[in-house]
């Protein structure tokens, strides 16, 4: 099932999300309809905000980098990227901030320069609710960062200066009310 993707202004995209346990109804068909969803609209993550569900749960998939020559060295790491994270927490953040270009399915059309570490620690359940510790780096950090924010209430836009949130308030607006391009299913507030 394809879910329609929360549209910016929508509150549950606002909410520190909640802890779930390996009784959370349906789970298993959740994360599947998330990757479908995510999917549908051409992503490489997901976080269940973005799908009305206020829970510390979100998916990525970064095997499209594996086919990018600026991805080449690790190539072979990218082509079997795709996990499910369930209940995670960073630990860890570390190195030299660098920039990169981020879009959102929350947020279609906008994609602006974003800052972040290059390497993190999180502790997170996965799928089978085994808990796992990993240090992750290059791109797949900068998806799960993009993702963990979800499910802590905060948006890539968030980020940015004043200056810039001030350009971009009528493309928000427009979102929020429904006047977004996107190609795919979107729930507005």
Request: charged residues 30%.
């Amino acid at each position: 099932m394809i879910y329609p993707i929360r549209a910016y202004g929508d509150p549950v995209l606002r909410k520190k999300c909640e802890d779930i346990d390996a009784d959370y109804p349906e789970l298993k068909n959740v994360i599947q309809d998330m990757f479908e969803t995510m999917y549908n609209a051409h992503g490489v993550g997901l976080a269940a905000p973005q799908v009305g569900l206020p829970i510390r749960l979100f998916i990525v998939d970064c095997t499209v980098f594996a086919e990018d020559e600026e991805y080449a060295a690790i190539k072979d790491e990218l082509s079997e990227f795709r996990q499910v994270f369930i209940n995670a927490r960073i630990v860890e953040e570390s190195g030299d901030e660098w920039k990169f270009n981020e879009g959102c399915l929350s947020i279609p059309g906008i994609r602006e320069d974003v800052s972040r570490q290059p390497v993190i620690t999180i502790d997170y359940l996965d799928e089978n609710f085994q808990p796992q510790r990993q240090t992750f780096s290059d791109i797949r950090a900068r998806v799960i960062q993009h993702e963990y924010d979800h499910i802590e209430g905060i948006l890539f836009t968030d980020y940015l200066s004043n200056f810039k949130k001030k350009l971009l308030k009528r493309k928000l607006q427009n979102i929020t009310s429904g006047k977004a391009n996107a190609d795919y299913p979107m729930r507005t507030p």
